[in-house]
């Protein structure tokens, strides 16, 4: 997921600006580097959308699209959670705007249930790489290994490296503006302050959403964007390549790695890293995760339990862990 950024810090849009092109913006915001690689999983993603808008992929690409609708459904949802919480306009008490919070996080949740309950209509296992286990309960084992290893890496690095302060914690800019605080304030400075049972619950719905959300991007990585590299690389070209999207997969999964296939592979993986910006060099450490899950998916002959697995156990566990603002990056960037 595309990292936030700081409204009100000294990057903010001015009048000036704000005809600009948001992605340029971005990278002006960022810097050439971490503002290309905010912009490769939205592409991605929009790749994804114009195939199934244009009956391509559908089946495939229905999860994914669940996801995406769920995203977008975010502020409709935050609007509709304070009309059912009647959260005044000017409302400077901080519980009401966790309590919203909390709704919202729940709307988003059943909405992204549904959809996905729906979007199994039109798709099934074979196509989700869901079949092809030969031993799925070690599949499943390897896969959470892996996620857990990969995010307890990513709390000990940055630790250990001092991009990262150990204990470094969440905090609203210091203002006399209440109103104006809550504003600024991202979900972490709100959750952060909440009650425990409330907590817990928003802890538990998050990490449910996280994980579908996760799930949604490994298929959109690893079954459609590495095998549409391979299709459009050689499929139209060479002679006994693959001639359509799902012997481009199985070409990829199965097959010998040639140029077009380490490309693709090496494609999904990046995009699949650069949506971790949380500390610099955290894109390293989830490209290479992501390479590993794409590994595992060869080793097990196409079968994406295994990094389903992971990439789920990877998300939940890298949220739960999250204790500072990663909008002081943006600011520093």
């Keep these: 997921m595309r990292q936030r950024l700081l409204p009100g810090s000294e990057a903010e849009e001015t009048a000036a600006t704000a005809p600009r092109r948001r992605g340029l913006d971005e990278i002006s915001r960022l810097g050439p580097l971490y503002g290309t690689l905010n912009q490769l999983a939205p ?11 244009f009956g391509r992929e559908v089946a495939l690409l229905s999860p994914v699209m669940a996801s995406v609708a769920a995203g977008v459904a975010q502020g409709p949802l935050k609007k509709a959670a304070g009309a059912l919480i009647n959260l005044a306009p000017d409302e400077v008490a901080a519980a009401p705007h966790q309590k919203r919070l909390l709704v919202t996080q729940a709307l988003r949740l059943a909405l992204f ?11 099934n296992a074979a196509t989700l790489g869901l079949d092809a286990s030969a031993s799925p309960t070690h599949e499943l084992g390897v896969g959470l290994a892996a996620g857990l290893a990969a995010a307890a890496l990513g ?10 302060r150990h204990g470094e914690s969440l905090a609203m800019e210091p203002s006399n503006d209440n109103k104006a605080d809550l504003a ?33 991007d490994t298929v959109l990585f690893l079954r459609f964007l590495a095998p549409e590299v391979v299709f459009y690389t050689h ?6 390549r693959p ?40 894109w390293i450490l989830a490209t290479a ?32 862990y999250r204790d500072h603002d990663v909008r002081r990056f943006h600011k520093s960037g």
């Design 289 to 320: 995760f992501a390479a590993a899950l794409a590994a595992a998916a060869r080793a097990y002959g196409g079968s994406l339990l295994a990094p389903l697995a992971g990439a789920v156990a990877f998300a939940v566990v890298r949220h739960l």
């Design 235 to 240: 499929g139209h070209f060479a002679p006994g």
């Design 155 to 164: 709390y000990a690095v940055p630790r250990a490296l001092g991009v990262r």
């Design 184 to 216: 600024l304030a991202t979900d972490d400075e709100l959750v952060r302050t909440m009650a425990a049972a409330p907590k817990a619950l928003y802890t538990l719905l998050k990490a449910c959403a996280l994980g579908l959300d996760a799930a949604a």
């Design 43 to 53: 592409l991605a993603r929009l790749a994804a959308l114009l195939a199934w808008a």
């Design 113 to 123: 249930v549904a959809l996905c309950v729906l979007s199994y209509s039109f798709t």
């Design 243 to 282: 001639t359509n999207h799902y012997e481009a997969n199985v070409e990829l999964y199965t097959g010998a790695l040639g140029p077009p296939e380490l490309g693709g592979l090496a494609l999904a993986a990046l995009c699949y890293g650069s949506q971790h910006l949380r500390w610099r060099g955290e």
